[in-house]
Nanobody
Framework: VQLQASGGGLVQAGDSLRLSCAAS????????VGWFRQAPGKEREFVAA????????TYADSVKGRFTISRDNVKNTVYLQMNSLKLEDTAVYYC????????????????????WGQGPLVTVSS
């Protein structure tokens, strides 16, 4: 499975941005796609995750109500719509995929992910 993430950029606080994560290859082996982010000097942290076929999404508390993760199974793409961006949302964002057959309560740990895409940089300025 290959993941191609895109959509980063420089925005102002309060603006919106949408990230995309396009999957290719053996996508039938994907169970969940998630977004993580890593700010300079910090650990990679969970943002949101969504089952590849059906089921509800999960979110980090820090982005609940502002970010929305969604999927388009026709395009094999997962999106992260980010609204009301804050300075602390500045980070490199990574999308990852969990292999089918692995079950978790929230898929919020990076070690649960088997595939990763190159991260787009999101910079939020004041």
């Amino acid at each position: 499975v290959q993941l191609q993430a895109s959509g980063g950029g420089l925005v102002q606080a309060g603006d919106s941005l949408r990230l995309s994560c396009a999957a290719s290859g053996r996508t039938t082996s994907v169970a969940v796609v998630g977004w993580f982010r890593q700010a300079p000097g910090k650990e990679r942290e969970f943002v949101a995750a969504i089952p590849w076929t059906d089921g509800s999404a999960t979110y980090a508390d820090s982005v609940k109500g502002r970010f929305t993760i969604s999927r388009d199974n026709v395009k094999n793409t997962v999106y992260l719509q980010m609204n009301s961006l804050k300075l602390e949302d500045t980070a490199v964002y990574y999308c990852g995929a969990v292999s089918a057959g692995y079950y978790s309560r929230s898929y919020s740990y990076s070690y649960e992910y088997d595939y990763w895409g190159q991260g787009p940089l999101v910079t939020v300025s004041s």
